[in-house]
């Protein structure tokens, strides 16, 4: 049955490594997003993507970098350059880009990232 | 500064009584809202939404109302059961602009004592 995997559900690394979460969906959707998620925070958006081979940066993309080589993987790395990495991290897909019509966002498990 | 807030960050109901959880927000422009569900390490999930054309829409226990003049919507969750405890979200965006960014509450989390 369709829907959107994330691998590992947790994660552990040291400061000053990269690590990439992944992000896979079998929905056939065409838009893709990351968000983080801290205590007490909504959650924010880090990058999305509408298409294939296209990605804008959310509000909170620094530190953070992405890929859209195919439609159903979104790969999120956390770049050293990320001042606070630990947190909960989630991934979502909707089926057109909300811009055409609005589609709820289907979202994955999460990832818990902690950086030791 | 938050567009969408949720500013009760918990609320705990007794078993079968009615649940309302309260969201509010600042930009004119949004004018579709939707509530999503979280349980604790999983990802959120849709529950209900409102285009701000209405000011009411019914899905079973769950009920959103809509207030555009105050800028405030509610969730009533009629009864409430132990398996609604979970961290409940308000999102808004705006189909008015050309990429319509969900923007998300801080959340609620909410605890049904049986």
């Known amino acids: 049955d369709g829907g959107i995997t994330q691998s590992p559900k947790y994660l552990f690394r040291k400061e000053g490594q990269n690590v990439t979460l992944s992000c896979e969906q079998n929905l056939n959707h065409d838009a893709m997003y990351w968000y983080r998620q801290d205590p007490g925070q909504g959650l924010r958006l880090i990058y999305y993507?509408?298409?294939?081979?296209?990605?804008q940066k959310g509000d909170i993309a620094e530190g953070y970098s992405v890929s859209r080589e195919k439609k159903e993987s979104f790969p999120l790395t956390v770049t050293s350059a990320q001042k606070n990495p630990t947190a909960f991290y989630l991934c979502a897909s909707s089926v057109l880009p909300q811009g055409k019509r609005t589609d709820t966002q289907y979202f994955g498990p999460g990832t818990r990232l902690t950086v030791l | 500064d938050q567009q969408v807030k949720q500013n009760s960050p918990s609320l705990s109901v007794q078993e079968g009584r009615i649940s309302i959880l309260n969201c509010d927000y600042t930009n004119s422009m949004f004018d579709y809202f939707l509530w999503y569900k979280k349980y604790p390490a999983e990802g959120p999930t849709f529950l209900i939404s409102?285009?701000?054309?209405?000011d009411k829409n019914e899905d079973g226990r769950f009920t959103v109302f809509l207030n555009k003049s105050a800028k405030h919507l509610s969730l009533h969750i009629v009864p409430s059961q132990p398996g609604d405890s979970a961290v409940y979200f308000c999102?808004?965006?705006?189909?008015?602009?050309?990429?319509?960014?969900?923007?998300f509450g801080p959340g609620t989390s909410l605890s049904v004592i049986p």
């Open positions: 993507s509408q298409i294939v081979n296209d990605f």
């Open positions: 999102a808004a965006l705006s189909r008015k602009t050309s990429y319509d960014k969900v923007i």
């Open positions: 409102i285009s701000s054309i209405k």
